[in-house]
T-cell receptor
Framework: DSGVTQTPKHLITATGQRVTLRCSPRSGDLSVYWYQQSLDQGLQFLIQYYNGEERAKGNILERFSAQQFPDLHSELNLSSLELGDSALYFC?????????????FGSGTQLSVL | GQNIDQPTEMTATEGAIVQINCTYQTSGFNGLFWYQQHAGEAPTFLSYNVLDGLEEKGRFSSFLSRSKGYSYLLLKELQMKDSASYLCAVRDFSRSNDYKLSFGAGTTVTVRA
């Protein structure tokens, strides 16, 4: 158990809908990362937050947004869903954003868009 | 940004050694990580290199050459439980993106009896 909690574990929805994925980092970790993993593309970095502020941005679509709340949990919002958004979405956390930080991953949310 | 290349698949026999290579191109290198991911599970941290050389951790070792943009993960005394995907990840710093950890597509290692 990494200490990172993601909910829900599975999500099935239809095209055009909007969903929210939730992540609680390890106790004491300030950084939260979101990754998308699909079969043909591997782990794709979406966005990182550090202590409530956006710190780095990857290949995140405009239809997607995220935030980190004062209690450090984070939410990833996916809207106007398309079939191609079906993937495993991982949240990861780390402590301080230092050079040798390692990421601790949650067990992921499997999103299926039908 | 960076390009990270690693082989798609490798097969080896139980008890043998396997070396997984990773090459990368980045403008602001700030560390290289290896993660292990079993099918359907979350990636877990294996190793970290930021200086040139070999880091050894039990049966697993990782090597880095920054001038060549090259790393390898060495798995010794392979066990069936080592069958997994191994992900090379490069930490990159840029003014526009601060620090970013990007992953390669992963190498699926299959250990056979």
């Amino acid at each position: 158990d990494s200490g990172v909690t993601q909910t829900p574990k599975h999500l099935i929805t239809a095209t055009g809908q909007r969903v929210t994925l939730r992540c609680s980092p390890r106790s004491g970790d300030l950084s939260v990362y979101w990754y998308q993993q699909s079969l043909d593309q591997g782990l794709q970095f979406l966005i990182q937050y550090y202590n409530g502020e956006e710190r780095a941005k990857g290949n995140i679509l405009e239809r997607f947004s995220a935030q980190q709340f004062p209690d450090l949990h984070s939410e990833l919002n996916l809207s106007s869903l398309e079939l191609g958004d079906s993937a495993l979405y991982f949240c990861a956390s780390s402590s301080s954003g230092g050079d040798d930080e390692k990421l601790f991953f949650g067990s992921g949310t499997q999103l299926s868009v039908l | 940004g960076q390009n990270i290349d690693q082989p798609t698949e490798m097969t080896a026999t139980e008890g043998a050694i396997v070396q997984i290579n990773c090459t990368y191109q980045t403008s602001g290198f700030n560390g290289l990580f290896w993660y292990q991911q079993h099918a359907g599970e979350a990636p877990t941290f294996l190793s970290y290199n930021v200086l040139d050389g070999l880091e050894e951790k039990g049966r697993f070792s990782s090597f880095l050459s920054r001038s060549k943009g090259y790393s390898y993960l060495l798995l010794k005394e392979l066990q069936m439980k080592d069958s997994a995907s191994y992900l090379c990840a490069v930490r990159d710093f840029s003014r526009s993106n601060d620090y970013k950890l990007s992953f390669g597509a992963g190498t699926t290692v299959t250990v056979r009896a």
